[in-house]
């Protein structure tokens, strides 16, 4: 198994269990039986909130995008956090996200629709 993988709270529970498991079962194998890396999900929160169907707060992926659009749900994401931290999803960011990414869209469309306005010819000295 090349990677073990578990939600933070279940450290103790199933990765150690993993670890121990493993390393009894396969003893006399050595070193190349047991993972080679164990990883902990975190959680997500919603608005600085712990994300909850009982808050009301919960969202599918599917759902976001379809609420946001996929690159504006990227653009948020990336913001959301990669730290130790649990990571934090803002709404308001991805409502920003869909308003700058129109923008860039509209700054790019004039700049090649008007692209000779842009260039410059060089001279010679």
Do not use: Q
């Not at 993993?18 to 009894?24: D, G, I, W």
């Not at 070193?31 to 707060?57: C, E, Q």
């Amino acid at each position: 198994m090349d990677l073990r993988v578990s939600g933070k709270d279940l450290i103790r529970n199933h990765l150690i269990f993993s670890l121990l498991n493993h390393r009894a079962v396969w003893a006399k194998k050595g070193v190349d039986m047991l993972p080679r890396a164990y990883f902990a999900n975190g959680h997500i929160g919603v608005n600085n909130k712990k994300m909850s169907k009982s808050l009301g707060n919960f969202f599918t992926m599917e759902e976001t995008v379809e609420k946001y659009g996929a690159d504006a749900m990227r653009v948020c994401l990336s913001d959301a956090g990669d730290t130790l931290e649990d990571a934090n999803f803002v709404e308001k960011n991805a409502s920003t996200a869909i308003l700058k990414l129109n923008h860039l869209h509209d700054f790019i469309k004039e700049v090649m629709d008007n692209l000779e306005n842009y260039r410059t010819e060089a001279t010679e000295d």
